[in-house]
């Protein structure tokens, strides 16, 4: 366009020099030619072809691709609108409900950082309960839950409870855990974060995954497989250690009190009766015993120390030769009960209790004998199964 108008002007510029001189004689062709007619019919035809096409290329030079909301062919400059990306949020709540219910723990808590709606929906009760019964629920019993309920209800007493953990729960939820997934995200200035319900299932949860959470639970073998507990199982409160897998347990006061580290998960259970340690179990199988049923039997050293489990059969009476055809052990008011990882002749192999009349037996010599229960899982039998020593030991 620049050497348009340089040729443009050139030429009136030439026109203008030499139009006062009279023209020399010439051919009819070049008159005209030179002619100020001419060569103003020639300007206007050049302005008017020019001006248009200037207008044409610039609208023809916009990228064919380019968003209606980018032209701008005013002259007030185009205000840039920008595009909404799709929202998890858009989604069918039956669709974003299967997707939370698959998220791990770990993503639950990153989902809930993101907006306080979805901060409500992933720690709702009904997406925890499924992750706490997949993890917990072999440990947390009916006694667990009992403690979980009074540990709320001290939790909400204004004189117990530290307002400023109240506040920063989310806060601490990065530490919570041993791994780096939970971050927080939602809190600002203009939006503070809202503390986690404390009796809420996520509450419980994560309390259990930071250990701050003791609740009362059975370990077999206590103190490490020492001999003198080997095939036992003792009620104690323990508590989850994130960072090596393991739990430490607090035996009761009575007696010897200790606490054990580093226990693995195959030397716990929930209790399996809300019976307390130191209570007498009340027997209600003792006229379907007969021999080779699996049975646990309290069993302590002096009536100060708490009762633990016992694993035990039952055995034939001493009048019955072991022939089933003709077994009267069934019918006998006298049950045997056999321990036999110890070895024949120990006083710890054997005893018998009353079928009709059972209640706590034996001395401070022996030790005292209380309730029986029947183990009719056969997941029960095979957990003391394997907890079984490699050999007979006194």
């Not at 669709?95 to 907006?115: D, F, H, K, N, Q």
């Not at 629920?137 to 004189?159: N, T």
């Amino acid at each position: 366009m620049l050497f348009l108008w340089i040729f443009l002007f050139s030429f009136i510029f030439f026109f203008n020099s030499f139009s006062f001189k009279p023209p020399p004689p010439m051919k009819s062709e070049w008159r005209l030619l030179l002619s100020p007619l001419f060569w103003e019919e020639l300007s206007r035809f050049l302005l008017s072809w020019f001006h248009k096409n200037w207008l044409s290329i610039g609208v023809h030079q916009v990228p064919m691709k380019m968003p209606l909301k980018k032209i701008n062919l005013g002259l007030k400059p185009a205000e840039y609108v920008e595009e909404e990306s799709p929202s998890l949020l858009d989604l069918p709540e039956l669709t974003l409900e299967s997707i939370l219910e698959r998220l791990s723990p770990s993503g639950l808590c990153s989902m809930a950082g993101v907006c306080s709606a979805l901060r409500d929906r992933c720690t709702s009760d009904h997406l925890w309960k499924r992750h706490l019964k997949q993890k917990w629920g072999g440990l947390i019993g009916d006694a667990a839950f009992k403690e979980w309920q009074c540990h709320i209800a001290s939790s909400k007493r204004p004189s117990l409870v530290d307002q400023r953990n109240h506040k920063n729960f989310f806060k601490s939820l990065g530490t919570v855990w041993s791994f780096s997934w939970i971050k927080p995200k939602f809190e600002t200035r203009n939006h503070p974060r809202t503390a986690l319900p404390v009796d809420s299932i996520m509450a419980m949860y994560l309390s259990l995954e930071r250990g701050k959470f003791w609740f009362p639970a059975q370990v077999y073998n206590r103190e490490n497989g020492h001999v003198g507990f080997l095939l036992s199982c003792y009620d104690a409160q323990i508590s989850y250690d994130s960072r090596t897998d393991t739990f430490q347990a607090r035996y009761s006061p009575y007696g010897r009190r200790m606490i054990e580290e580093s226990i693995h998960w195959d030397r716990l259970r929930a209790p399996p009766v809300d019976t307390p340690a130191h209570d007498l179990h009340i027997s209600d199988c003792l006229n379907d015993l007969k021999p080779g049923d699996h049975i646990e039997i309290q069993w302590r050293r002096s009536k100060e120390f708490p009762y633990g489990w016992w694993y035990a059969t039952v055995g034939h009476v001493e009048t019955c030769d072991g022939n089933e055809n003709r077994c009267p052990c069934q019918y006998n008011d006298m049950v045997a009960l056999d321990f036999n990882q110890y070895p024949p002749g120990s006083r710890w192999r054997r005893t018998t209790v009353n079928r009709k009349e059972h209640r706590e037996e034996g001395n401070e010599a022996d030790g005292f004998y209380g309730g029986i229960r029947k183990l009719y899982k056969q997941e029960e039998i095979s957990t003391w199964k394997k907890l079984w020593p490699n050999q007979v030991f006194e």
